[in-house]
């Protein structure tokens, strides 16, 4: 099973940027798919985007499409989400995550998980 640590959170104020990095270790990492996931407080934790093995498909939740971009270096065994035009909304303890299958990412399934990474967006 692949481990997974988030990096990246922080304040930041309302229409600026963040990047957060997803780091693997003890599995390829290139042979999972991944997925980032967010909790605000006192909601059900939602999904955000996800991205295949080969990085060459990805898919979004509408309310972060045009906004987020999800991508990977598996060379580096680690995964990102760049996040422009940040809203209040956004804020979020992030997860990200990491199954063979997409589906199975994008459903909340995935077999590993980090242990998140908050961002706090300020109007």
């Known amino acids: 099973q692949v481990q997974l640590v988030e990096s990246g959170g922080g304040l930041v104020q309302a229409g600026g940027s963040l990047r957060l990095s997803c780091a693997a270790s003890?599995?390829?990492?290139?042979?999972?798919?991944m997925g980032w996931f967010r909790q605000a407080p006192g909601k059900e934790r939602e999904f955000v985007a996800a991205?295949?093995?080969?990085?060459?498909?990805?898919t979004y939740a509408d309310s972060v499409k045009g906004r987020f971009t999800i991508s990977r270096d598996n060379a580096k065994n680690t995964g990102y989400l760049q996040m422009n035009s940040l809203k209040p909304e956004d804020t979020a303890v992030y997860y990200c995550?990491?199954?063979?299958?997409?589906?199975?990412?994008?459903?909340?399934?995935?077999?590993?998980w980090g242990q998140g990474t908050l961002v706090t967006v300020s109007s």
């Open positions: 003890g599995r390829t990492f290139s042979g999972y798919a």
């Open positions: 995550a990491a199954d063979p299958g997409l589906a199975t990412v994008i459903r909340g399934r995935a077999d590993a």
């Open positions: 991205i295949i093995w080969s990085g060459r498909s990805t």
